[in-house]
């Protein structure tokens, strides 16, 4: 199974944008690149998905690279309920999800 | 829309007994999922489901049990509670498990095992 690599913390100021980047040298081409976020004494929640294009939703924009080696998730305006662990997934040729330890994003007011 | 609904949400069990946690979904998804997520790591898959009457090991199987007698139902058991399966539960339900379909979680159930 392909795996990812993520930035253990990161912070942030609130209202600034937020790029969380992740590596995934061994991604194949029929990977899906999907984005969790877990907030505190919760269970993770989908946050967007993409496999070649960029992607946006009203949650926020993924930016994949053209090799598909690396992408990041990008808030537009980081807000103090963004605060979570967000977790970069590979769906590698299976449904079933491989978890990280993610990025812990720290929001400052 | 309830969504993914789990329960208990908390239980402190002793050592060798035995409980069933409750997954219920009401997405009328086809794949259900129950994963562990130990302090500071992420989620581990234990079962899952890929349909009515179906069910499959995962990465962590090993003293668990599953079964899925209706669609919108995953139950979990524990035979024999032993302390290393303190942690926190949680399911998950998604259509048709295609690659590009997200998980829908629940909000987890907090079990220690004393």
């Known amino acids: 199974d392909a795996k990812t690599t993520q930035p253990n913390s990161m912070e942030s100021n609130e209202e600034e944008p937020v790029h969380l980047p992740c590596n995934h040298s061994t991604i194949s081409g029929t990977d899906y690149i999907h984005w969790y976020r877990q907030l505190p004494s919760q269970g993770p929640e989908y946050v967007i998905h993409g496999l070649t294009s960029n992607v946006n939703n009203r949650m926020a924009s993924l930016a994949i690279a053209e090799d598909r080696k690396s992408s990041t998730l990008i808030l537009h305006r980081a807000t103090l309920r963004d605060a979570a662990v967000y977790y970069c997934i590979l769906t590698s040729g299976t449904y079933k999800y491989i978890f990280g330890t993610g990025t812990r994003l720290k929001v400052l007011a | 829309n309830a969504g993914v609904t789990q329960t208990p949400k908390f239980r402190v069990l002793k050592t060798g007994q035995s409980m069933t946690l409750l997954c219920a979904q009401d997405?009328?998804?086809?794949?259900m999922y129950w994963y562990r997520q130990d302090p500071g790591m992420g989620l581990r898959l234990i079962h899952y489901?890929?349909?009515?009457?179906?069910?499959a090991k995962g990465e962590v199987p090993d003293g668990y049990n599953v079964s899925r007698l209706k669609k919108q139902n995953f139950l979990l058991g524990l035979e024999s509670a032993a302390p290393s399966q303190t942690s926190v539960y949680f399911c998950a339900s998604s259509h048709l498990g295609t690659l590009g379909q997200p998980q829908h979680f629940g909000d987890g159930t907090r079990l220690s095992i004393l």
């Open positions: 997405m009328n998804h086809e794949y």
């Open positions: 489901s890929v349909g009515e009457g179906t069910t």
